[in-house]
């Protein structure tokens, strides 16, 4: 168990378009999901933290305006890119946890966005 | 100063050697919890271990193994009989109550097997 799915895998778009990406535990219920971004050559940035039913808790510098997080379901998150630019391309990737803080977290496949 | 240091960068074996990842890390919490995860060229991260700061016991599974030594604060993970499919890049990651149990990662290792 602990499957976690994202999609899309990969996605290139136009400047100024809004990309959204799709977080979804397939096997279990998670308390709590995450969303990461990575650079190349780098490790995890935590992006955001999320809760069903709550607003996001974004991690400082991060724009709450630029990366809309909705968490609608135990097993379903989205992030949406809004008017993404080429400084948004980035590799990101979701985590999901279910049960307390200390508990692991599952990661999905990760989607690669190229904004040209 | 870095709360959870892999201090080797990159590791190239041939196939079938053993290889031990390092890691350090560096808490003030008695509670903690410590984690590896794989990340193949795919990019998927790959949960391998996670382990509670109360448990020193050392795990072995299959030709992964983990030394966890609380006197030293590591956590070193060391895999035998390499194979090519072990190719990726190994992270440590630590949780902890001051940190509001959110993951604090290494940089990473990378790992690559020649055949």
């Known amino acids: 168990g602990a499957v976690v799915s994202q999609h899309p895998s990969w996605v290139i778009c136009k400047s100024g378009t809004s990309v959204k990406i799709e977080c979804r535990s397939l096997?279990?219920?998670?308390?709590?999901m995450f969303w990461y971004r990575q650079f190349p050559k780098q490790s995890l940035m935590l992006m955001a933290t999320?809760?069903?039913?709550?607003?996001?808790?974004?991690e400082q510098g991060v724009e709450k305006d630029k990366f809309l997080i909705n968490h609608a379901s135990l097993t379903l998150s989205t992030l949406t890119v809004t008017s993404a630019h080429p400084e948004d391309s980035s590799f990101y990737i979701c985590?999901?946890?279910?049960?307390?803080?200390?508990?692991?977290?599952?990661f999905g496949p990760g989607t690669r966005l190229l904004v040209l | 100063a870095q709360k959870v240091t892999q201090a080797q960068t990159e590791i190239s074996v041939v196939e079938k050697e053993d290889v031990t990842l390092d890691c350090v890390y560096e808490t003030r919490d008695t509670t903690y919890y410590l984690f590896w995860y794989k990340q193949p060229p795919s990019g998927e991260l790959v949960f391998l271990i996670r382990?509670?700061?109360?448990d020193e016991q050392n795990e072995i599974s299959g030709r992964y193994s983990w030394n966890f030594q609380k006197s030293t604060s590591s956590f070193n993970f060391t895999i035998t009989a390499s194979q090519v499919v072990d190719s990726a890049v190994y992270f440590c990651?630590?949780?902890?109550?001051?940190?509001?149990?959110?993951?604090?990662w290494g940089a990473g290792t990378k790992l690559i097997i020649k055949p």
């Open positions: 990651a630590l949780s902890e109550a001051g940190s509001n149990y959110q993951l604090i």
């Open positions: 382990r509670n700061s109360f």
């Open positions: 999320s809760n069903e039913g709550s607003k996001a808790t974004y």
């Open positions: 096997d279990f219920q998670a308390t709590t």
């Open positions: 985590s999901a946890q279910r049960g307390d803080p200390t508990e692991t977290q599952y």
